[in-house]
């Protein structure tokens, strides 16, 4: 881990890199304020163990690390482009064993910022910088994929049509996915906690909007958690009234006792890092492999077969889905790093 407080704004910049085995480590940008700093230092290291996870089974030439930069409550908006200068000097010293893209609370413009200093290890800038633009798009177009195959494992059917998909967080990857959904004829319904996105879909585009406090016991075919991490919890799993969960939040299980209650509950689980990982595979692709268009978009749509596979594999091991997923990912992986003491650099 990489820690620095960055004293003219009090942020706290963490820069955790859990694996480099097949690659320099990757993995987006958050940008948020926090409880305290171990809740941002916990996160970056859950979210960086992600990142190996995803890669691993996106089959890329990438390892996993996470960057979060912990706000301060008083955080003035003024001094975001500075921050993200300084944030971009410390991914350049170093040389590439961290590469970045946007995550929650960071845009292309952001990176666009961070690239002055930090390139080349940034993704997902603006055309105008010569980057291939957010990477919201293709990661809905990985959960589209990923909530097609997992549909029809449970139903046996290929069309989403009626289909009722709740959407949590109508945001970056949120929007893109309900305008895919609602194309296949999905009965799309969405909660959102910012007045400006719920206006936007339920009273622009008349969508049905479920309170965030509805979201749990809300009766749907499909959940898709496309906002922050947690939501499956000890406490949220007993009242899903869903037959499956696909989305694209970053660590959705809240500890992993909860791929067994859903299990448990009969509830098809389809894993986030496999599921979510259409942003990373196409920025990669894209930015740093040399794949054209067409490339990127075949490699995201990949993702609905591979978690078929999964829960092919999960169903003939009698196994949960996120151990399936888990074990496809280190079969790529040598285990003997995987458990490697963090080492901590205070810059
Ligand atoms: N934040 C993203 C993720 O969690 C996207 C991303 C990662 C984009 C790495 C580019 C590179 O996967």
């Not at 620095?4 to 990757?26: K, V, Y």
Request: net charge negative; aromatic share 6%; proline share 6%.
């Amino acid at each position: 881990m990489v820690i620095r407080r960055d004293a003219p704004t009090d942020a706290w910049i963490i820069i955790a890199i859990h694996s480099t085995r097949l690659g320099p480590a990757a993995g987006g940008t958050r940008m948020k304020s926090y409880l305290d700093v171990p809740a941002a230092l916990q996160d970056a290291l859950r979210l960086a163990e992600g990142m190996t996870y995803k890669m691993a089974a996106a089959e890329l030439p990438r390892g996993g690390g996470k960057a979060v930069i912990a706000l301060p409550p008083d955080f003035d908006t003024a001094a975001r482009p500075s921050l993200l200068r300084r944030y971009g000097e410390l991914i350049h010293q170093l040389g590439g064993t961290y590469h970045t893209g946007p995550d929650v609370g960071t845009s292309s413009e952001d990176m666009d910022l961070i690239a002055e200093t930090g390139a080349p290890y940034v993704h997902a800038r603006t055309a105008s910088r010569g980057g291939s633009g957010s990477s919201g798009p293709a990661t809905a177009l990985g959960v589209y994929s990923g909530i097609q195959a997992t549909w029809e494992w449970i139903s046996a059917q290929t069309s989403l049509a009626g289909v009722r998909v709740l959407v949590q967080g109508a945001g970056t990857v949120g929007g893109p996915l309900m305008d895919r959904l609602l194309e296949a004829g999905a009965q799309v319904s969405f909660s959102d906690v910012e007045e400006t996105v719920v206006r936007r879909y339920r009273d622009e585009r008349g969508l049905t909007f479920v309170p965030p406090e509805q979201v749990y016991e809300t009766e749907c075919d499909i959940f898709a958690p496309c906002a922050l991490g947690g939501v499956l919890n000890r406490e949220t799993i007993p009242r899903l009234k869903c037959r499956a969960v696909a989305g694209s939040a970053n660590n959705q299980l809240a500890e992993p006792e909860d791929a067994e209650r859903l299990w448990a509950r009969g509830i098809l689980y389809a894993p986030d890092f496999v599921v979510n990982a259409g942003g990373a595979i196409a920025l990669t692709g894209l930015e740093a492999l040399g794949w054209p268009e067409t490339e990127a978009e075949s490699r995201v749509k990949e993702i609905g077969p591979r978690l078929r596979r999964i829960y092919e594999m999960a169903a003939a091991q009698g196994i949960t889905t996120e151990a399936a997923a888990r074990k496809m990912a280190e079969a790529r992986l040598e285990p003997g790093r995987m458990n490697q003491m963090p080492h901590v650099t205070v810059l």
